[in-house]
């Protein structure tokens, strides 16, 4: 599933290339994916997009959104699989079009293409959105809240976070606590803090507790840097595959020796989610 630095780059690309211009239409070839107040009637909150200069590419935690000129919005949830991809040839013409679920026409014939091989990806149509504050119209359209931004987190904030009996690795997975944050980053920045996945959050110290968000942050800004991790879907709007992947110390590595003391890296399954770990840098805490 595309997180937080994926997003982020998948919204740099398509920030270059689409702000500014206008969208001639917007062709949905999968109504089922579109939610939202105008689900019923986005034929209607459609035409009033086409013809919209692009005003905003920005993203809230792993949610991709567009406005318009007008602030009639196209907000993605890309689920496990959803990626965007430029081009000028025709969508039958392409190798993803079996997959293809929304298009975006652009000036010049350019083609923005939102594709999901998966199919849990979601296109909320939204008005009024204001892209410095979405939270307000995404809990309206009842999106579910979202925390705070896993970059932008204070330390006073994440002390407070921490004062729960939870396991970190399920906090820092929960979206309304603290948002962006997914599975590869979250093992990736436990691992550079030194703290086990199982461990109690009440557990932690102050000073551990600033540890890992300096270790969130430092991973999620390396991924960013790196376009991203791909492992099989994931491309930026360019085609390119991410980077970080050759730099992660423990996602993906189960059975490996961990590159820092030679052991061998674990997995197991916390929150549901399959959770990777070195058994030496990582000891299992109270």
């Not at 040839?89 to 293809?100: I, L, M, R, Y």
Request: net charge positive; hydrophobic share 40%.
């Amino acid at each position: 599933m595309p997180e937080l630095p994926e997003v982020e780059n998948i919204a740099a690309g398509l920030r270059e290339a689409i702000r500014g211009e206008y969208l001639e239409r917007v062709e949905v070839r999968r109504p089922g994916i579109i939610q939202g107040p105008h689900r019923r009637r986005w034929r209607r909150f459609l035409a009033q997009v086409a013809g919209r200069r692009v005003a905003r590419v920005t993203r809230r935690a792993k949610r991709l959104i567009i406005v318009t000129d007008n602030r009639l919005t196209l907000l993605f949830q890309l689920g496990m699989t959803g990626k965007f991809l430029l081009g000028t040839k025709p969508v039958e013409a392409d190798e993803f079009a079996k997959h293809t679920h929304v298009v975006l026409h652009v000036g010049d014939r350019r083609l923005v293409r939102f594709i999901d091989a998966r199919r849990f990806g979601r296109l909320w149509l939204l008005d009024g959105l204001d892209p410095d504050e979405p939270d307000e119209a995404m809990n309206a359209a009842r999106m579910g809240p979202l925390g705070p931004e896993a970059l932008a987190m204070r330390t006073d904030a994440f002390r407070r976070l921490l004062q729960t009996e939870r396991s970190v690795k399920t906090l820092l997975l929960d979206q309304t606590r603290i948002a962006g944050l997914g599975n590869i980053y979250a093992d990736e920045a436990l691992f550079a803090a030194g703290i086990h996945p199982t461990r109690r959050c009440g557990a932690i110290s102050d000073e551990v507790g600033q540890d890992l968000l300096r270790a969130i942050k430092s991973v999620l800004r390396r991924a960013i840097r790196a376009g991203g991790t791909t492992f099989s879907d994931y491309r930026s709007p360019y085609g390119d595959m991410g980077r970080f992947r050759r730099r992660l110390r423990v996602y993906g590595r189960q059975g490996e020796p961990c590159r820092r003391c030679g052991a061998t890296i674990e997995k197991i399954v916390v929150a549901g989610r399959g959770t990777h770990f070195c058994p030496t840098c990582q000891p299992v805490g109270p």
